[in-house]
């Protein structure tokens, strides 16, 4: 009886462990999906930025051509 008592204490323990690690995944899964959404989002701006100028750029070389 004893040891069906330290078995199930024992299971339970690496249960509780086995949890807390999951959590902490989590949490640090969380940040780096939030870390990567802000880069991601920084990559559109910048992208956009850049074909903007590729715009102005382009109505410049046609000014130029036409003088």
Do not use: H, P, W, Y
């Amino acid at each position: 009886m004893k040891s069906l008592i330290k078995l199930l204490f024992f299971l339970f323990l690496i249960g509780a462990i086995s949890c807390t690690d999951k959590k902490k995944e989590e949490e640090e899964t969380k940040v780096a999906v939030e870390k990567i959404e802000a880069v991601e989002s920084e990559l559109d701006q910048i992208s956009e930025e850049i074909d903007a100028k590729a715009e102005e750029l382009e109505k410049s070389l046609e000014d130029l051509d036409s003088i």
